[in-house]
RNA sequence: GCGGAUAUGGCGUAAUUGGUAGCCGCGCAAGACUUAGGAUCUUGUUCCGAGAGGAGUGGGGGUUCGAGCCCCCCUAUCCGCACCA
């Protein structure tokens, strides 16, 4: 009887369905598994072959776990919130739902066919209003707290109103937008809208102006991935830079938590590195410089000898201003200061002199993309001020400058600028002329003239020189020298600095979550909890308004009458009474940031989910998902989490312990070769002599196996073909091939349900792991699915002729108990590239041994082909006469016997060699190991006369050549 | 520029983690069975050499009895971040 795989697996997949086999219990004794995939965004193009790779990798571990007795948690859902459904929509008028529907619908269909052991049951999908309440929900909690650095938590805002109210800001520690300073009798005063607006500042989710990527012809902002060359991606519209009104998330809050996480969890190293990178803690100093006028209006009194007079001066001057630095050592390098364009200080210190061309220039940088800005890095450009600052340890006067090299965003958005030992500021020295003064040397006392220098000393190596009071110390210890002095003096300190911005948490667009927030004029208030969700309104146009407001601009029935406390119609709308919705919604990180946690009970009605819940399942044991969501949603989840824990809610602070990244599969791009000699003949790849010949064409990898083109379908592909001619090899026309991204118009997309049709799902799950790693990028390449197919059909033939036998061999068993060792290791590794050559060659070898393969060994290696290929063990473990589905078989255990007598006495054979290993006394010597050899029992039954070559191992094995 | 990774036959890869490199699969070659085969099976296949033998894990050096694996210096490719003070 055949492998009829088309036969097979449908018909299991329909039992598992039917049965809920994979359905996940609630708790009991067994112990717990969470194995989660990054749940996909539903696309129009369906699934490619690159979206399964982590998923069977994943289900192959969930199985496995299953079959170790382990409750397994293998959720899946949908992403279902995006651009590219709106844009159908705007194009079509099709509304989102729909086509986000029929989009899941034939997703759902495309992962069926593969196999997958997913609990259905628990499905979620971020679209569905069950699913965002909480969304909504976490928004709202997070608009309800503030971030206190003292308690190292996020703590309810009615605590800092108190707070407020009792103390003013006195002593308050905490995450805010800008730092403020009130007393409690000043609070008091305050009028409800003051009081907002403070609370705002610190609020974890926070409406602030922001300057985003503003696409006009889009109406809306876009993310820094959807702007290339200052372009929009989608039409190619002019995007500038705006500041608008948004919603962002206090991130920045939780940097150093983000940071200190990344100790407890199993993830790669280089995704360590890439979050460590994006966050970017340094480590520094903040000081003060005060401002020195040119015309005497403020003018620091000399402090050289003044002592502390001077130092209450400084502190005390209105017009001083704050800057970062990673090198307060190189202070006395300090040769020049630089402010960033958008800084508040520069009108009130520009002198007359210099407004026109200061004033120029700020408009110009302002007016720069973030694209155009980037582009141009290289160029240098600045302005001088014309106002002075002083250098708070020399006093000397140091000329202030205004440039694009400086950000906003970054720290204090001001620097002190050390050209001899910061290359950028080297550039802008060298560039304007201005003086650049050694104060870091790499040996002790030897200096050379900076001017001869063609870059900057950067390193933090070395010792200080003309550093004063500093110098003669290294780096490392004037750093905290220069850092302890000016806390003594008052006009600075020790801090942190991040890079990590906050989030923008707003999206001019229809298709994602509303935001529970209504407007009285311009307070923001929140819908009550118990009124969640706040459905999305329905629209009859996906576009930005005539006015420019979002989408939701759109809709009639978008007001919150605070009364009935429910949505009702704009017309409704009295500021009195019943208030406008807010007409942004969230963007696509917000649904997939809590999505591990709702898997855990993502029927509750009452809750996000409940504490048996994640008390039992507490996070996610493995995740598997791609690494480009490094900098983006694995930083996002990672915040969420924390805050629900400072809430109390989820129980561990990091949410995935174990993460995998699956590598890309790039697409493998076929070409036929057109002759430009003949324009209807196509020469094959081997007999092309010179390639200026030829043209290459991509050719739908499709009509193409192995390489070899289907010449009937490729002249029926397309008309221009249909007269095609050839000049064949071997009878065969030959394909070139490149590695490519995988992309419609190269004709390199491969569909997992052809290659299901075509080889069934087992072949496909099988093929996706024998690819290579998991975690390495990989082009697609069907070249070698063949064997693999072929080892099933000789598995399914090793079952077919022995199914019978009662009786296994010695080294049948010998076989089957190696594999269970080597099956069990690869898939603990997750190694499963290994795994798969590990059943072929277990099949090769049983196949060889003929009648000696009985149920003894046939039923524990279904156990083991299980996770791997779950159709054709399903049927095999039915066949062999068992009722329930194999998941309830047991994972076999290998005997160590049966494999520590093959490593020491039994020799292998292997590559026409015999080799041996031997257990030697410690303290024999090369000479005696011959003899030792020839008087072992075990050897001498193997020894036919002497071996060719013995090698001598200090250690008590031996190996033997013969 | 900074950071991370990778480099092994014609191709995808493997190597008990420092112990005789090339397992498994593809491809290729020869053969068997077949009216036929895009089926199945057998044998061979790192390179050079008829052979004995020699060379060999991107290149160069080092540690070691022993290195694909560890250390140093290059080279190439991929990925992430990019004026972050």
Not at 832 to 846: A, E, P, R, Y
Request: one cysteine or more.
């Amino acid at each position: 009887m055949d492998y009829n795989f088309s036969e097979i697996e449908p018909r299991w997949q329909e039992y598992w369905r039917e049965h809920h086999v994979y359905r996940t219990g609630d708790a009991g004794d067994r112990p717990h598994y969470y194995v989660l995939d990054m749940f996909p965004y539903p696309s129009g193009a369906g699934l490619h072959v690159g979206h399964p790779l982590g998923y069977i990798a994943s289900d192959i571990y969930a199985r496995y776990k299953r079959l170790h007795g382990y409750n397994v948690l293998h959720p899946m859902g949908y992403d279902a919130y995006g651009l590219p459904a709106e844009q159908y929509a705007i194009q079509t008028g099709q509304h989102p739902a729909i086509t986000t529907e029929q989009n899941i619908a034939r997703y759902r269909e495309q992962l069926d066919k593969i196999g997958f052991s997913f609990d259905w049951d628990r499905e979620v999908r971020t679209c569905d209003p069950k699913y965002y309440k909480w969304t909504q929900w976490t928004f709202l909690q997070l608009f309800k707290h503030y971030y206190d650095n003292g308690a190292g938590k996020a703590m309810p805002i009615a605590q800092l109103e108190a707070r407020f109210a009792k103390q003013g800001t006195e002593g308050l520690d905490a995450a805010c937008t800008e730092e403020l300073a009130f007393t409690a009798e000043e609070w008091n005063t305050y009028d409800e809208n003051r009081r907002q607006q403070v609370l705002m500042n610190y609020r974890l989710a926070y409406l602030a102006d922001t300057y985003v990527n503003w696409c006009a012809e889009l109406g809306t902002v876009l993310a820094n991935d959807e702007v290339v060359g200052g372009l929009s991606v989608r039409g190619g519209y002019p995007v500038e830079r705006k500041l608008m009104r948004q919603w962002s998330l206090r991130i920045s809050a939780y940097a150093q938590r983000l940071v200190d996480g990344l100790e407890q969890v199993d993830w790669t190293d280089s995704l360590k590195e890439i979050q460590r990178n994006w966050i970017g803690r340094s480590e520094g100093a903040a000081v003060w410089f005060p401002l020195e006028m040119e015309n005497g209006e403020l003018r620091i009194e000399n402090s050289a000898d003044a002592g502390d007079n001077s130092q209450f001066s400084i502190l005390n001057s209105q017009l001083k201003f704050e800057i970062f630095t990673t090198r307060p050592d190189t202070i006395f390098g300090v040769t020049f200061m630089v402010l960033c364009p958008e800084h508040e200080l520069i009108s009130e210190i520009t002198t007359p002199e210099h407004k026109a061309e200061v004033e120029e220039y700020v408009t110009w940088a302002k007016n720069r993309s973030e694209r155009e800005r980037q582009a141009e890095v290289k160029k240098v450009s600045g302005v001088f001020t014309g106002a002075f600052a002083v250098n708070p340890l020399t006093n000397e006067r140091i000329p202030i400058w205004v440039s694009d090299y400086v950000l906003a965003g970054y720290g204090t958005g001001a620097i002190m600028a050390v050209p001899a030992h910061d290359s950028r500021d080297f550039a802008f020295a060298r560039h304007f002329n201005l003086p650049i003064r050694q104060v870091v040397s790499l040996e002790k006392d030897v200096t050379s003239d900076p001017a001869t220098w063609t870059e900057s000393m950067d390193a933090k190596t070395g010792y200080s020189v003309n550093s004063g009071f500093v110098t003669g110390m290294k780096v490392k210890e004037a750093m905290r020298a220069v850092i302890d002095k000016i806390e003594e003096m008052g006009i600075g300190h020790r801090t942190v600095n991040f890079r990590l911005r906050d989030a923008i948490f707003s999206r001019q667009r229809y298709w994602g979550e509303p935001f529970p927030i209504y407007y009285k004029g311009n307070m923001p208030c929140p819908v009550p909890e118990e009124c969640l969700p706040l459905e999305l309104p329905d629209v009859k146009e996906f576009k930005p308004t005539a006015t420019g407001e979002p989408p939701l601009g759109h809709a009639t029935r978008w007001a919150w009458d605070e009364r009935q406390r429910c949505v009702v119609e704009n017309s409704k709308i009295d500021n009195a009474t019943v208030f406008p919705l807010e007409l942004s919604t969230m963007p696509g990180f917000a649904g997939s940031s809590g999505y591990y946690l709702r898997y855990m009970d993502p029927r509750n009605d009452n809750e996000y989910f409940s504490a048996k819940a994640v008390g039992y399942w507490q996070n996610v044991d493995l995740y598997v998902g791609g690494a480009e969501h490094g900098t983006g949603h694995l930083i996002y989840a990672r915040f969420w989490n924390k805050f629900l824990f400072d809430l109390g809610m989820a129980v561990k602070e990091e949410p995935f312990q174990k993460l995998i990244n699956q590598g890309m599969i790039q697409g493998r791009s076929n070409f036929v070769y057109r002759s430009k000699a003949d324009n209807n003949l196509y020469i094959s790849k081997g007999l092309i002599k010179d390639m200026d010949e030829v043209t290459p064409i991509h050719v739908d990898i499709n009509i193409v196996a192995s390489d070899v083109l289907d010449i009937e379908r490729f002249r029926a592909w397309r008309p221009e073909f249909a007269d095609a001619r050839f000049e064949l090899e071997d009878g065969r026309y030959i394909c070139g091939w490149e590695v490519e991204k995988m992309s419609k118009s190269m004709f390199n997309v491969q569909n997992p349900d052809d290659l299901v049709a075509r080889y069934g799902a087992d072949t496909l799950r099988l093929y996706e792991m024998f690819l290579g790693p998991v975690e390495q990028a990989k082009p697609w390449d069907t070249n070698g699915i063949e064997g693999v197919h072929r080892f099933l059909k000789k598995i399914w033939k090793l079952y077919d002729s022995n199914i019978d036998n009662q009786t296994s061999s010695k080294a049948a068993l010998k076989v089957l108990h190696q594999t269970i060792k080597k099956i069990t290791d690869d898939i603990e590794r997750f190694s499963f590239n290994t795994s798969v050559s590990t059943f072929m060659i277990c099949c090769n070898q049983l196949t060889d041994l003929g009648d000696g393969v009985g149920r003894e060994v046939l039923e524990p290696l279904t156990v083991l082909i299980a996770p791997f290929a779950p159709h054709i063990a399903e049927e095999l473990w039915h066949r062999m006469g068992h009722d329930t589905t194999i998941c309830d078989a047991p994972w076999p255990e290998y005997d160590p016997q049966m494999l520590v007598e093959d490593t020491v006495k039994y020799p292998v054979q292997f590559n026409g060699k015999m080799r041996f290993m031997l257990e030697l006394p410690a303290d024999i010597d090369q000479a005696g190991v011959l003899d030792a050899v020839k008087a072992a029992p075990e050897a001498g039954k193997w020894l036919n006369g002497e071996p060719k070559k013995v090698i001598f191992v200090p250690k008590k094995i031996i190996n033997i050549v013969c």
